[in-house]
Nanobody
Framework: VQLQASGGGLVQAGGSLRLSCSAS????????MGWFRQAPGKEREFVGG????????DVVDSVKGRFTISRDNAKNTVYLQMNSLKPEDTAVYYC?????????????????WGQGTLVTVSS
């Protein structure tokens, strides 16, 4: 099983980025997908997730209204659209495939992880 995250980079505050995560996972279309991030010197935190069928998206309050998640089950790919980026969004972003079909926040609920992609937001 492999999850490959891409799309990170350097962006100015107020800008946008779209992260993609492709998964070689047979159960992708039945698994909730999550995005996490880890800023320098901080613990990894849950950013948001999307239900197996895409019918529900949950994001944390700090990114609500700025970030959204979507998925294309035909392509085994999940996306994190990030708008109005702030310097505090700087982190390594990870995608993860859940053991469940609905979104949860605990990292332990996620069985497979991507390698991470770095997002740097300059002020």
């Amino acid at each position: 099983v492999q999850l490959q995250a891409s799309g990170g980079g350097l962006v100015q505050a107020g800008g946008s980025l779209r992260l993609s995560c492709s998964a070689s996972l047979r159960t992708f279309s039945r698994s909730a997908m999550g995005w996490f991030r880890q800023a320098p010197g901080k613990e990894r935190e849950f950013v948001g997730g999307i239900r197996w069928d895409g019918s529900r998206v949950d994001v944390v309050d700090s990114v609500k209204g700025r970030f959204t998640i979507s998925r294309d089950n035909a392509k085994n790919t999940v996306y994190l659209q990030m708008n109005s980026l702030k310097p505090e969004d700087t982190a390594v972003y990870y995608c993860a495939a859940s053991r469940l079909g609905y979104t949860t926040s605990p990292a332990g609920d996620y069985a497979y992880w991507g390698q991470g992609t770095l997002v740097t937001v300059s002020s």
